[in-house]
């Protein structure tokens, strides 16, 4: 066994604190990674508080994760001790449904489906059709923490051109938006609208316009107004109706990253005829849709989550070539829960990543 140090939560209600825990020696196909790097993604909040109603505790989030292989278990083949690696929202699938097979294993229709970096199976034991958790494993612990083991093919190779603290929050955040952009298509010259301007509405308009898209950002903030043009893309106040009107019609591409419940209503008429808006910030029910409006345009609102192991191989690389990434903030694991805080209010403009190398101020304590 290994033994592990981590921050977690206890209860929806209690701060992240230190915990030591053990991990499983890597089996064969396994690589044991030492954790260099951990982004803060707004559902790791989500999941500390139960917002979802299916957490595990002790919740150990953190599944925006960059290390170094420290060891490789028998017949490991894709990585090497020393390479620079990352791991992101999942750590296996069934392998055996039609999307694993597919390989889409974000899509995965297995009995459990996907089995998270943290807090165990997407559909844990008790909502799973036969009652079982073929995993054997009711909790995960994630990336807050100082090791994590993994099968090798859910691990994925850093390019030299990323920095391994910038390439982070691509693995949840960067995926989590350049996966829709790809599956709808996004081309050199489309009009892409995204709603929402934090961390993933950041990602987003970057990579759609390393794409070759033109950028229209929709945020409630004033002050994010000259952020969206420094990027290149414009920026529309919601509820400047006089824009709003102007921009009827127009778009070949909506992209809503807002992490909450809210109105698509006046973003519906923007799309051109068959066009779609895509979901991937909220996961919980969404404002009533006026069906009229999609329906005289034959527009579309869809979802989607997260990205499969080859996207996400697919966007780092992305990246690594076009020279873009999220803006960051380096913070000690000590500060987890102020940067919550900061997240919740609003106060942070970059994505949070935490140095684990401050982790080993607990485990000289």
């Known amino acids: 066994m290994i033994q592990a140090t981590g921050y977690a939560a206890k209860h929806s209600f209690s701060r992240l604190r230190p915990l030591s825990f053990e991990r499983d020696d890597p089996k064969a196909g396994e690589v044991e990674i030492e954790i260099l790097y951990c982004g803060v993604c707004h559902s ?4 500390v508080k139960n917002e979802w109603g299916n957490t595990v505790y002790p919740c150990m989030p953190g599944h925006e994760i960059v290390g170094r292989v420290r060891r490789a278990g028998a017949s490991v083949s894709r990585h090497q001790v020393g390479d620079m690696v990352g791991v992101g929202c999942m750590i296996d699938s069934c392998r055996h449904c039609e999307p694993c097979e597919a390989g889409e294993q974000n899509y995965c229709e297995g009995p459990n489906s996907w089995l998270a970096t943290y807090n165990g199976p997407m559909m844990p034991a008790k909502m799973s059709p036969t009652g079982e958790n073929s995993y054997g494993r009711d909790n995960t612990y994630g990336g807050y923490s100082d090791v994590i083991v993994v099968p090798e093919d859910f691990v994925l190779a850093i390019p030299d051109g990323l920095r391994p603290e910038v390439a982070a929050p691509i693995l949840c955040a960067g995926v989590t938006t350049y996966s829709p952009l790809r599956h709808w298509g996004v081309k050199q010259g489309d009009k892409v609208g995204i709603i929402g301007f934090g961390g993933l509405g950041d990602m987003a308009a970057k990579l759609a316009r390393a794409m070759g898209a033109e950028v229209t950002i929709f945020t409630r903030s004033e002050e994010k107004l000259s952020e969206a043009a420094r990027l290149g893309a ?21 992209l809503s990253t807002v992490p909450e419940k809210h109105d698509l209503n006046p973003f519906v008429t923007l799309l051109k005829r068959d066009k779609t808006i895509a979901v991937v910030g909220a996961l919980e029910p969404l404002a009533p849709v006026n069906n009229q409006q999609r329906a005289m345009h034959r527009t579309s609102i869809a979802g989607s989550i997260i990205g499969s192991i080859a996207e996400t191989q697919e966007v780092l690389d992305f990246c690594a070539e076009h020279g873009i990434g999220p803006d960051i903030e380096l913070i000690a694991i000590q500060d987890i829960n102020d940067a919550y805080k900061k997240v919740l209010s609003g106060d942070v403009r970059f994505r949070y990543v935490i140095d684990m190398a401050s982790l080993k101020l607990e485990e000289a304590a």
């Open 234 to 254: 414009t920026a529309v106040l919601e509820g400047d109706q006089a824009a709003f009107t102007a921009l009827k019609g127009s778009f070949d591409f909506i």
């Open 44 to 47: 790791d909040i989500h999941q």
